[in-house]
């Protein structure tokens, strides 16, 4: 059973740091990309950032040189770790993975970015 959870979410001040770790299990972890997505209140869910097993990662265009995504093949977990916060990046953070022709979402973890 693919399972996604995520953590690390919290309250943070504009131009400070938060790292997200979604842990997952049920798939070889490291055959598959994976996803971070956020929907922030009132808007469409956005493409944050994307990791391949080749290493390969591709960011969004709203938090590209602030966001890292990595991944723990040993830990079988996929981080986010952002900095430079902004208050439009307060939103409900996402894990997503396409794993045998399925999609699996993990809960969300809340960031705030308010002063």
């Known amino acids: 059973q693919v399972q996604l959870v995520e953590s690390g979410g919290g309250l943070v001040q504009p131009g400070g740091s938060l790292r997200l770790s979604c842990a997952a299990s049920?798939?070889?972890?490291?055959?598959?990309?994976m996803y971070w997505y956020r929907r922030a209140p009132g808007k469409e869910r956005e493409f944050v950032a994307y990791?391949?097993?080749?290493?390969?990662?591709n960011y969004g265009n709203s938090v590209k040189d602030r966001f890292t995504i990595s991944m723990d093949n040993a830990k079988q977990t996929v981080y986010l770790q952002m900095n430079s916060l902004k208050f439009e990046d307060t939103a409900v953070y996402y894990c997503?993975?396409?794993?045998?022709?399925?999609?699996?979402w993990g809960q969300g973890t809340q960031v705030t970015v308010s002063s």
């Open positions: 997503y993975a396409r794993v045998r022709n399925q999609d699996y």
């Open positions: 990791m391949d097993s080749g290493s390969g990662r």
């Open positions: 049920g798939f070889t972890f490291s055959t598959f990309p």
